[in-house]
Every structure is written in structure tokens, then in C-alpha cells.
């Protein structure tokens, strides 16, 4: 009885270390972590989309394009998925504290649903993304153009594997006035456990779009930072607004998962014994 009491108790200590809440490290302090609340006046930059509504005989039509999204983050959250109290933090245009900003570039396929191609499914293909960790807050989403995004430390970084459907209306031009709203999920490839720790496994976005006269209190930018400027919106290459939430989760530790197995081991081998 004594030893399979140890025995349990030896899992429940490894399963409750590989759970333990990740940590971010930052010029306010040593904090729980959960994800980022990006900022709801980012914007993304569509690219060769070479879909719109007209004609006939379309159904299962398809165009692969390229979205590049950019943000600082407006909030860092817990485990629990509450707003940690950052006094640092920039999280305005206004130049100041330190910043975490995020840098994605993901590919979309579109699909025309009915026969003149006025209503789609937007599905992700795949992705990456980099988030960083600047002590210098100096990131601006403004019309400007979006600058500060990349100049900072790269703290994670990952790629986008699947995805919610989003579906739509699709209109004879683009920009349309859409909203659009999906989860993207995906894998964390790199962590810096300086500011990070432990290393992290995955990755879930739930983000909102904005097209058109849809946008809320967003000024469109004329560049984007690393990738030039953006010129007129057209029906292959338009600029929307982005509001985004990403979660995390952690990759348990080596020890922990072996000491976890090892555990399990034991306990069946001594319920084998007593059978």
C-alpha cells in the first residue's frame, strides 16, 4: 500500500510540474503569462487577391494570397486570460516604456461558394509569425505608417498550421464593407526563456477584420514597417483593419514527461504484480 501511494503521489508531482503556468519576465517584473491582447487599431495588408463577385459558373473557384499583419500589444494577460497590471507597458502611439509587438505573414486560399462567387470561404494555408520585446516603446500603427515593429528582441516566434473557416460576402470590388472573424492555430517554433519560461508548444488567435466603412476608429497607414509603402487600395491588394487576442501554452519539461511515464510504469507494473 505504501508503495503505491508513493507512486501516485511521484505522478501527481510530475504531471503538476508539467502544468505549472508559464512565466514573462519583463522591466515591470517576473509575471504568470498567458497571451497578448494586440491592438484593435492594427491593420493587415492583402495581397494578390484576385477574387470578386460576378459571372457565372464559378462555384469552387480558388486564389491563394498573402495577408501581413502588424501590432503592438495593448495588454499582456495571465494564465487565467486577465490584464496584468503593467505600469510600463506602452500600449499608445505615444513613445515611451517598453513594448511587445508582433510581425505575421500568412497564407489564405479563397473559394467561391455559389455560382457568381458573391459569398467565399477564407481558410488558412500556413504562416509565421515573430513576436518581440523592445525596451525602447517606439512601435506606431498610425498613417505615418506602421514603424517600431521590428527593431526589438526576438522573444518568440512560431507559424500558423490550421484555421477556422471564415466565410463572407465578396463584392464586385475590393475592399468590400466585410467583417470577418477567425481562429488561427499554430505551433510556437522558438522561445527565449530570458523573457519566457518554459518554452511554449502553441498558439491560438482569435482575430477580427475589417474592410471598407467597417472599420472603427482605425486610420489606414501608408507603409508598413520592413515592407514598404502601401499604395492605393485595388481589387488585388488592399489594406483593412485587424483586432487580435493570442494565447499560449507550454511544452511540458523532458524530465517532467519522463518522470510522468516513469510513474505510470510503476503503477501498472505493481497492479500486474498484485493481479
Do not use: H
Amino acid at each position: 500500500m505504501f508503495k503505491k501511494l508513493a507512486l501516485v503521489a511521484a505522478l501527481a508531482a510530475a504531471l503538476g510540474s508539467a502544468q505549472a503556468a508559464p512565466t514573462i519576465t519583463n522591466a515591470d517584473g517576473t509575471f504568470s503569462f498567458g497571451g497578448f491582447d494586440w491592438a484593435s487599431t492594427a491593420s493587415v495588408w492583402v495581397r494578390d487577391y484576385d477574387i470578386v463577385s460576378g459571372g457565372t459558373g464559378r462555384t469552387g473557384e480558388t486564389d491563394i494570397f498573402t495577408l501581413n499583419y502588424q501590432a503592438y500589444a495593448v495588454n499582456v494577460q495571465d494564465a487565467g486570460g486577465a490584464n496584468l497590471p503593467l505600469a510600463g507597458l506602452k500600449n499608445t502611439d505615444i513613445a515611451g516604456g517598453y513594448e511587445y509587438t508582433i510581425n505575421a505573414t500568412i497564407t489564405e486560399s479563397v473559394t467561391c461558394l455559389n455560382d457568381n462567387c458573391s459569398f467565399v470561404a477564407i481558410n488558412i494555408v500556413g504562416g509565421a509569425w515573430d513576436v518581440y520585446y523592445d525596451t525602447t516603446g517606439d512601435a506606431v500603427l498610425g498613417a505615418a505608417g506602421i514603424s517600431g515593429i521590428l527593431d526589438g528582441t526576438n522573444i518568440l516566434s512560431g507559424v500558423f498550421t490550421s484555421g477556422q473557416t471564415m466565410l463572407g460576402p465578396q463584392g464586385a470590388n475590393n475592399p468590400g464593407n466585410v467583417t470577418l472573424a477567425g481562429t488561427f492555430e499554430g505551433a510556437v517554433t522558438f522561445t527565449d526563456t530570458t523573457f519566457i519560461n518554459p518554452v511554449l508548444n502553441g498558439t491560438e488567435a482569435v482575430s477580427t477584420l475589417q474592410f471598407g466603412s467597417n472599420t472603427t476608429a482605425w486610420t489606414r497607414p501608408t507603409s508598413f514597417d520592413g515592407l514598404g509603402a502601401v499604395g492605393a487600395d485595388t481589387n488585388t491588394d488592399f489594406v483593412g483593419q485587424a483586432d487580435a487576442n493570442q494565447a499560449f501554452v507550454e511544452l511540458p519539461e523532458p524530465g517532467s514527461l519522463a518522470l510522468a511515464g516513469l510513474a505510470l510504469f510503476a503503477i501498472g507494473a505493481a497492479r500486474r504484480r498484485r493481479a
